[in-house]
């Protein structure tokens, strides 16, 4: 079985351009997260989706990040314009339910560079 | 608020010592707790599980436990060897959205 796919895994860019990350996650987990990991840190919880719906998306800077997973099934994370502070790992994991009975599983992550 | 921490951040340790990594978390009302391990530039892996019910889990050379009253998890590594070179994250589950708390990890090398 495939596990989360995420891409792309490296992305540069200079500040204040646009960036899109995709993820698809397991075939038939209806609950999709995208968490942002700074360097040193553990990752954070950015926003959640059940199925197309997002459910808590009180982390994300609304400002600047946006997120859709239209037919809820693959998902895209975009920032818009990037800045410096945005570099980081972006990381995508989803689980067949919502809840704590449920594991979650994370992609590879895309490794955002922003200069 | 819920908050993890990790001690230490990073660890050294010669090949085939028993280790131990620690996980402290300020609120006790957990659902469970997960030990995942992150290879340099990978994503997680989860390693083990530990409900709020349960005291420990065990994988192999990997041994989880949990005490809620206190706020502590460990894991204990057994027999340590060059490839479980890695950074170690605790996570617990306070909600019931499935949300997790991580840690921010402990870094990992062990010399063979």
């Known amino acids: 079985e495939a596990g989360v796919v995420q891409s792309p895994r490296y992305k540069i860019i200079e500040k204040k351009q646009p960036v899109a990350f995709w993820c698809n996650p397991i075939s038939g987990h209806n609950t999709l997260y995208w968490y942002l990991q700074n360097l040193g840190q553990g990752p954070e919880l950015l926003i959640r989706?059940?199925?197309?719906?997002?459910?808590?998306d009180s982390q994300l800077p609304k400002d600047r990040f946006s997120a859709e997973r239209l037919k809820g099934v693959d998902s895209t994370l975009k920032i818009q314009p990037a800045e410096l502070g945005d570099s980081a790992v972006y990381l995508c994991?989803?689980?067949?339910?919502?809840?704590?009975?449920?594991?979650?599983?994370f992609g590879p992550g895309t490794r955002l560079t922003v200069t | 608020k819920q908050e993890v921490t990790q001690i230490p951040a990073a660890l050294s340790v010669p090949e085939g010592e028993n280790l131990v990594l620690n996980c402290s978390f300020t609120?006790?009302?957990?659902?469970?707790l997960q030990w995942f391990r992150q290879d340099p530039g990978k994503g997680l892996t989860s390693l083990l599980l530990i409900q709020s019910s349960q005291r420990e889990q065990t994988s192999g050379r990997l041994n989880a436990s949990l005490d809620k009253s206190s706020g502590r998890s460990t894991l204990y590594i057994a027999a340590s060897q060059p490839g479980d070179s890695a950074t170690y994250l605790c996570a617990v589950n306070s909600g019931n959205t499935g949300k997790l708390i991580f840690g921010q990890g402990t870094t990992l090398q062990v010399k063979p």
């Open positions: 609120d006790s009302a957990i659902y469970n």
């Open positions: 989706y059940e199925n197309e719906e997002a459910v808590d």
């Open positions: 994991a989803s689980s067949p339910g919502t809840g704590f009975a449920y594991e979650q599983y």
